[in-house]
């Protein structure tokens, strides 16, 4: 399993765009990054995920260098609501799935 | 289309005591897998099911135990319950195919006293 580092924690102000950066230095070739965002007593909610290069929808974009090895969560104008805990994964197949401990984004207004 | 529902929502257990946690897996999704989030956090693998099959467990002891029936929806047994059990538990389904992303139910909060 590979596993992932991020910030614990980052605050940010109303509106501007939000950048968290996760590490995965061993992913493995057939594994996918993936994140989510949970709010307090909710279970977690998919943003996001991608292989390589660049994926964006309609809340976020995620980009992912050449070799793989970190990821970045980007998040346009975030508002008081995307206060939440932002987990990346790196998971590929039917393995079990490994959560770490996240980041905590808190906006400020 | 009908989300990952889990019930009961809340529940309150004496130690020593047994418990079980249900799961509805979303429509088209046919594993599921479980998970533990202890305050503060990140959500702990239990274990996974495929196919009425567990295809993959975590470090949790025996006495966690699940079923997957037909219908691909699922069930958390806990036996001999202990107070560090007191966690929200959540399940998850994803579809066929490896890397889906997990969809997640919003967790039975099992309180042991």
């Known amino acids: 399993l590979a596993k992932t580092t991020q910030p614990i924690s980052m605050d940010s102000y109303e509106g501007q765009e939000v950048n968290i950066t996760c590490s995965h230095n061993?992913?493995?070739?057939?594994?996918?990054i993936t994140w989510y965002q949970q709010f307090p007593s909710q279970g977690p909610r998919f943003i996001i995920q991608g292989y390589k290069t660049k994926v964006t929808n309609e809340v976020a974009s995620l980009f992912i260098p050449a070799d793989r090895k970190s990821s970045t969560l980007s998040l346009p104008r975030v508002s008081l609501s995307d206060t939440a805990v932002y987990y990346c994964l790196v998971a590929g197949g039917y393995q079990k799935v490994t959560f770490g401990t996240g980041t905590k984004l808190q906006v400020i207004p | 289309e009908t989300g990952v529902t889990q019930s009961p929502t809340h529940l309150i257990k004496t130690r020593g005591q047994q418990v079980t946690l249900r799961c509805s897996s979303q429509?088209?999704?046919?594993?599921v897998s479980w998970y533990q989030q202890a305050l503060g956090q990140g959500p702990q693998f239990i274990f996974q099911y495929y196919r009425e099959e567990e295809n993959g467990r975590g470090n949790f002891p025996p006495r966690f135990s699940g079923l997957q029936f037909p219908n691909y929806s699922s069930e958390l047994n806990v036996n001999a319950l202990e107070l560090d059990d007191s966690a929200l538990y959540l399940c998850?389904?994803?579809?066929?195919?490896?890397?889906?992303?997990?969809?997640f139910g919003n967790g039975t909060r099992l309180t042991v006293t």
């Open positions: 061993n992913i493995a070739t057939n594994d996918y």
């Open positions: 429509s088209g999704h046919n594993t």
């Open positions: 998850a389904s994803s579809p066929p195919g490896g890397g889906s992303p997990l969809h």
